[in-house]
């Protein structure tokens, strides 16, 4: 084998002393690494300024690991808050591999998850991204991971172009068990060919810096897709996830928000602000207009539900809005840039859209 690694897991931290060891265990219990082929995998970690005991855990975990003999390790420590994909960015530029996962701290990777996205991703050269079986699971409820509650199985996006994770909070029966294609791959633990990655930069970027904290997944995604990748789910990969604070949240219609105002009150309003903000630049900048005319209708009734509850619930939320409006020229601009390498037909993204 030359140099270049297989696949790179890229794990970007701040402050996750409460789930850093589980999540560095999985890395470490891979079937791959136990079947003596760790020269196909490299770890690479970046501290984004962690106030806590995250980087003394992750120093010790480096010690072990290569007692156990997988050195293939590399921790970068920054003393700002890159945010999560610009950092993730970052840590591309430490990776030699054809393949690159892109792991959060709240996730726990099943013992083959590594094994079986290689060799997904090496059977289809067209696969651009890979969404692994993603279950829940509670840190707090001493990590079992025997519950088959669905977390996430990819995004869909709706006409109305709300978005929503596939079977999110429903109990596996078997139903899921079946390979397909999907619009694009949820940010908790994605599988990337780094050649798909390459082919989306704008100015440079992978990861637009202006779509920060909350929706660069979706964002991603959709550049994906636009530049000619196939992104599928694959059931023999698996994970578990702990969403947190945002368990019990789904983007449903305006009155089903009602019962959950106390839970998404739970989230900065910063953070509420950013969901509302980025998931409309982001649509700005990939959305063909001949979609949007076709869906207008869909679209329209959505801004309403959203703005009716907004007003209600969360007005702190429009403050957002000269934000969005400043930004619009910006986002026109990357918009151009976008759909002018875009190899994706209208026809081919709009029958994603239900």
Not at 100 to 128: H, Q, Y
């Amino acid at each position: 084998m030359n140099d270049m690694n297989k696949i790179s897991v890229n794990l970007v931290v701040l402050n996750g002393e409460k789930y850093i060891s589980h999540c560095l265990e999985s890395v470490l219990n891979q079937s791959i690494i136990s079947n003596s082929r760790e020269l196909e995998m490299e770890l690479n970690i970046l501290d984004n300024g962690s106030t806590d005991g995250t980087k003394k855990i992750i120093q010790d975990f480096v010690l072990r690991a290569s007692d156990l003999g997988f050195t293939k390790i590399n921790f970068t420590k920054s003393k700002v808050n890159l945010g999560m994909w610009p950092g993730q960015e970052e840590l591309l530029r430490h990776s030699n591999s054809e393949y690159v996962v892109f792991l959060s701290v709240d996730v726990i990777l099943d013992r083959d998850f590594i094994k079986n996205a290689t060799a997904v991703m090496e059977a289809g050269k067209n696969i651009g991204a890979l969404q692994a079986k993603i279950y829940q699971y509670d840190i707090g409820d001493h990590v079992k991971l025997e519950q088959k509650i669905i977390d996430t199985t990819g995004f869909l996006i709706h006409r109305s172009r709300r978005i929503s994770n596939i079977g999110h909070g429903e109990k596996d029966t078997g139903q899921f068990n079946e390979p397909r294609e999907i619009f694009g791959v949820e940010g908790a633990v994605p599988v990337f060919r780094r050649e798909a990655l390459e082919s989306i930069r704008v100015s440079g970027e992978i990861a637009d810096k202006d779509i920060f904290w909350y929706g660069e997944d979706l964002d991603v995604a959709w550049r994906v897709h636009l530049a000619g990748w196939k992104q599928v789910y694959e059931p023999s990969v698996i994970a578990w996830h702990d969403r947190g604070t945002t368990k019990s949240h789904t983007h449903g219609y305006w009155w089903q928000y009602i019962p959950r105002v106390n839970i998404r009150r739970q989230l900065p309003i910063r953070k509420r602000r950013l969901e509302w903000r980025n998931t409309r630049w982001t649509r700005v900048k990939n959305d063909y207009i001949i979609n949007i005319l076709k869906d207008l209708p869909y679209i329209l009734w959505r801004e309403v539900e959203v703005l009716g509850y907004a007003i209600l619930f969360e007005p702190a939320v429009l403050k957002e809005l000269p934000v969005f409006i400043k930004g619009l020229p910006k986002m026109l601009k990357k918009r151009r840039a976008i759909l002018l390498s875009a190899k994706t037909s209208p026809s081919a993204i709009h029958g994603f859209f239900k």
